[in-house]
Structure formats: structure tokens, C-alpha cells
């Protein structure tokens, strides 16, 4: 049960994470008022994503740099 409430937990998390940095959006139409039938659609920004995790490369690396160095000069 732990487990299920774990996977769950992290399943909002990436959730809210995707469309707060826009990596997922949500849209709706409805093609014929009277039929009270909608669609919904889930987009995935691939691109988004992709351009967010190089810029955590980036800061990573940039942050280890520093870290190193902070090391060396002691």
C-alpha cells in the first residue's frame, strides 16, 4: 500500500511539475452543443522538456565547476 501511495504521490508531483513548466497542456472542444459530448486533448511538449533537462546539465556541470574548484584552492 506504501508503495501505491509513493507512485501516486510522485505521479502529482511530475504532474504539477509538467504543467507548471509547461511541458503539458490540457485543451477542450465541443463539436456539437446538443450532443453534450467533448473532447479533451493532453499535449506534450517534448521540446519544452528537452530544452528544461540541458539546462539542468548545464547548471549541474556549472555547479560542480564551482565545487571543484572551491576544493582546489583550499
Do not use: C, H
Amino acid at each position: 500500500m506504501r508503495i501505491f501511495a509513493v507512485l501516486l504521490l510522485l505521479l502529482v508531483l511530475i504532474g504539477g511539475i509538467g504543467f507548471y513548466r509547461g511541458w503539458f497542456s490540457m485543451s477542450s472542444d465541443q463539436d456539437d452543443p446538443e450532443s453534450r459530448k467533448s473532447n479533451v486533448n493532453l499535449t506534450v511538449d517534448r521540446d519544452k522538456m528537452d530544452a528544461d533537462a540541458d539546462a539542468v546539465k548545464v547548471k549541474v556541470q556549472e555547479l560542480t565547476d564551482e565545487a571543484k574548484d572551491a576544493v582546489t584552492t583550499r
